[in-house]
Every structure is written in C-alpha cells, then in structure tokens.
C-alpha cells in the first residue's frame, strides 16, 4: 500500500484546514492510521490516530479539542480535521499507518507504523 499525504498550505491563525491521506493498494480498514507533523529543528511528534474500524481515536494534548480524525473507508482515506489554528501547529504533516494492531488499538509512537506517506506542509501565520 502507498500513502498519500495532501491538504497542506499556509493560512492564517485561527483558519481550518483537512489533510487527506489516501490509501492505494489496500482498503484503509485494514490499516490504523496515525498523523504526525516535524517542525524544523524538532523530532517527529504524534498527533492523532484511528484504529482500524475507526471507533477507536487518540490525540495529543496539544491538539485535542482541536483536531478531528477520521476515515473514509469508501475512499479509502482518512482525514485530519485541523481548526483554531495556532502558528505552533506549523510543521510538514504525515500520515503513517499499520496492518498488526487489533481492530480497536490506536498507537501513538513512531515505531509502531509500518508504512509512512510524504510529507504535506502546513504553514500557520500570525
């Protein structure tokens, strides 16, 4: 399966956003699927993640509240849903998914995805 990170751009503080995650290959309910963004000069952080029925959603605390995750089976793509925007939400944006985990398990470290997409940048001015 390949990733396909899209949706980025620069906006404004306060501005909404969605960043798409197609999956190509293989239909996304066999995946868990997990967003995370690198700002310059930081490590790779988690932001969100969906279990593979997409019942089952984990954020950050940084962005909960804020940021909605979801999947598309149909699609074969997962979202992030990324609203009140603060210039510390700037980064490139990936997504990442998983076949191993249970139906119901979300994962929030790096190493725990499989499969990764390219980058996408999000640029949140003041």
């Known amino acids: 399966v390949q990733l396909q990170a899209s949706g980025g751009g620069l906006v404004q503080a306060g501005d909404s956003v969605r960043l798409s995650c197609a999956a190509s290959?293989?239909?996304?309910?066999?995946?868990?699927i997990g967003w995370f963004r690198q700002a310059p000069g930081k490590e790779r952080e988690f932001v969100a993640s969906?279990?593979?029925?997409?019942?089952?959603?984990s954020y950050s605390a940084s962005v909960k509240g804020r940021f909605t995750i979801s999947k598309d089976g149909a699609k074969n793509t997962v979202y992030l849903q990324m609203n009140s925007l603060k210039p510390e939400d700037t980064a490139v944006y990936y997504c990442?998914?998983?076949?191993?985990?249970?139906?119901?398990?979300?994962?929030?470290?790096?190493?725990?995805?499989?499969?990764w997409g390219q980058g996408t940048q999000v640029t949140v001015s003041s």
């Open positions: 290959g293989r239909t996304s309910s066999n995946y868990g």
């Open positions: 969906i279990s593979r029925n997409g019942v089952i959603t």
């Open positions: 990442a998914a998983d076949a191993r985990w249970t139906p119901y398990t979300v994962a929030r470290g790096t190493n725990e995805y499989a499969l």
